[in-house]
Structures are given as structure tokens and as C-alpha cells.
């Protein structure tokens, strides 16, 4: 049984193909739809161009990993960014799990479209972008995780620090004056056996707090 769809499978099967892979990634700034190659490839109605303007080109794909236990399938995918105003839009912090996805496909010469449904071998998230700069070109990877990272993330980034606290409540100063909290406040549930009570890590926090300039603190 074959994963492809029943007109992509048979062009594989055929004497002569023209494959191709593509690219879509959904930025907050805009949609972007490379291929790998110079040509032009309609799909499901878009257009996927060698070169996107004011973006960049597609340089390269690392092998698909598949993930096990708690980690998801990821790969990595180069971009040529087309200046130096795209690298850094692409590194801007807001791209962090715009969704990506990968198709591998088979073009038909005479109508220039897709044939069939392309395969998909990863629809993911970007995880972060690397600069990599070099003597002839500059290029920015992002790494890929699979979209089921979704269903593993842990809140890790819901700490105890100045800049979370105003992404929850914006305008509220409290911690801005908070340094050096050494010591864990569980909040929702029990602490680990040996852990600091809910009460006392609050106690610690309202003591530094205390002690701060422009101190304003509500319960």
C-alpha cells in the first residue's frame, strides 16, 4: 500500500518524471512558496517559484529525523535570504512556530500544475532560526519540528521573571525589580518532597520586592 496519492504514484511509476520538492512557510509577514529548482509549479491553486521577492531561495533540507519518546520528527532547511532587510526578518522573534511544510512532488510538462496531491513527508513548526555566514553567501536555517511538538510542550517558558509576567498582565510592574529568585514557587500544585512551599517562595518574592525602588505590587 503506497502513502502517495493514485496520480502522483503513477507518474512515479512511469518511465520518465519530473520531480520536484516544495516549500510553504506561513510568517506573521506573509506566506512564502519556494521550490527547489527555477521553475514555476502551481498548486492546489498557489504559485511555488524558485525564487520568492523579498524573501529569498531554497538551498537546503537535512534528512528527516523521526522522533521517539518524547521528541517529534524535525529537520532543518536552509534559506538564501534575498538581502540583508529578509535575513532579519526572518529572525525576527514573532516566526517562531510559524507552520512549514514539505512536499515532494511530480510536475506535469504540459500544463505546468502539480500532478495528484504532493507528499507530504513533514508538516511542522520552526523551532528557531541559526545565521550562517560565510565567504560567499549568507544563509539562515531554520530548524523544523513536527507539529505533534504541540502535543509535548511543557510550558517551559512560564517562569518566574519580569518578562513573563508582562506578557500575561502588560503595565504591571511587580517583578521588574525582581533579580536572583533562588527558590522555586509551585503554583497549582503540591511541591516535591524537600521543595519551598507555595507561601514561602511568595514571602521571598514580596521581601525583594519590598526592598526595590518604584515598588508596586497587587494580590
Known sequence: MTVL?????????GSRVTMFGALKIEMPAGTYRLLDGSAEIDIDGETYRGLEPGFGSWDSIEEISDGFGDEAPSTSIGILPESDAAALAMTDP???RSPVTVMIGARDEATGMSIGDPY???RGIIDYP????????TSVDFE???EM???MLNDEDRVMSSAFHHRVWPGETGMDHVTGVTENSYWG??????????ARGWRAIKQK?????????ST
Request: hydrophobic share 45%; net charge negative.
Open 5 to 13: 496519492s493514485p496520480a502522483l504514484d503513477a507518474a512515479f511509476a
Open 94 to 96: 514573532s516566526v517562531q
Open 120 to 122: 507530504v513527508p513533514i
Open 130 to 137: 541559526v545565521h550562517k555566514i560565510g565567504q560567499a553567501a
Open 144 to 146: 523544523i519540528v513536527s
Open 149 to 151: 511538538e504541540y502535543l
Open 189 to 198: 500544585q503540591n511541591p516535591p518532597s524537600g521543595g519551598v512551599s507555595t
Open 209 to 217: 520586592l519590598a526592598t526595590a525602588q518604584d515598588y508596586r505590587f
